[in-house]
């Protein structure tokens, strides 16, 4: 049976490459954007199985009409994907309340407010699969991009504990965990923090470990995401691209050894020692 899916930021990258996807083998796909121009070209090529719809995912009013709008048109709601989100550079002590609000706003608030717009229609289904794109920097965290990690170590916690919560509905959660990929989520899409020259040099490292990166193609998720989404059961997490199960074993084979070497001072700060 066909799904009927809804993406948020389809416009480009991951969200579009998506919606082609399932599109391409005859899904339904509500896509949004905030400049509603852009979807014009996936109407034009699949006309009614696409519903296009302007959407600013901060705005949460806007999140749950926009959600019951798709479960009305279509009948239903199967899978729901929270892909938009942009890139914060800067460090931590160069970043501005607003700019680290709007990382959040976005690549946080966004990706709940929408959640919480399709949990009752799924409920009612008895089936669903929510979708968080989150990224190697989930789970681990490297210079300049402070404010991005904490927008999705957050989503990482959050939609852990969600998947606990809703597993006797019938709904799934799943966190896809990218590398990096060509898209220009460093690019156009970027927002970048006034820079402090003392982080000149760090700068100079973060930038030479980037462009010494090898990124992978977003056209290539597009069978990964359909073999994720009819997974029986789907993963809780999975990686997409060569790097990033190496960067998570050697973060966390050095956290297990950092806590091991510390457990003692654990112990006693339990009031054990000795017992």
């Not at 959407?55 to 239903?76: C, I, N, W």
């Amino acid at each position: 049976m066909s799904k009927v899916w809804f993406i948020t930021g389809a416009s480009k990258g991951f969200g579009r490459e998506w919606a082609v996807a399932a599109l391409g083998r005859g899904d339904r796909v509500a896509a949004t954007a905030r400049q509603p121009e852009t979807l014009s070209s996936l109407v034009d090529q699949y006309g009614d199985k696409v519903l296009p719809l302007t959407l600013d995912v901060t705005d949460r009013a806007a999140d749950r009409a926009a959600v019951s709008q798709a479960a009305e048109h279509f009948g239903r709601l199967d899978v729901v994907v929270n892909n938009a989100g942009y890139g914060h550079f800067g460090m931590v002590e160069e970043l501005t309340e607003a700019e680290l609000r709007g990382q959040l706003e976005t690549n946080l608030f966004g990706a709940v407010w929408v959640t919480q717009a399709a949990l009752p229609i799924m409920r009612e289904q008895g089936s669903g699969h929510i979708i968080q794109v989150s990224s190697i920097g989930g789970i681990s965290a490297f210079p300049t991009v402070g404010a991005y990690h904490a927008s999705k170590w957050a989503l990482e916690g959050l939609s852990q504990s969600l998947a606990q919560e809703v597993a006797g509905f019938g709904i799934h959660v799943t966190l896809i965990e990218p590398g990096g990929y060509a898209t220009d989520w460093s690019g156009p899409s970027a927002v970048r923090s006034a820079e402090n020259p003392a982080y000149a040099d760090v700068r100079e490292a973060a930038k030479s470990r980037s462009s010494a990166a090898n990124p992978g193609d977003p056209a290539a998720t597009r069978e990964p995401i359909l073999k994720v989404v009819d997974g029986d059961p789907p993963p809780l997490r999975v990686f997409f691209g060569a790097a990033p199960l190496g960067i998570a074993t050697r973060d966390y084979e050095s956290r297990l050894a950092l806590w091991n070497q510390w457990q003692p001072v654990s112990l006693q700060a339990h009031g054990s020692v000795g017992t």
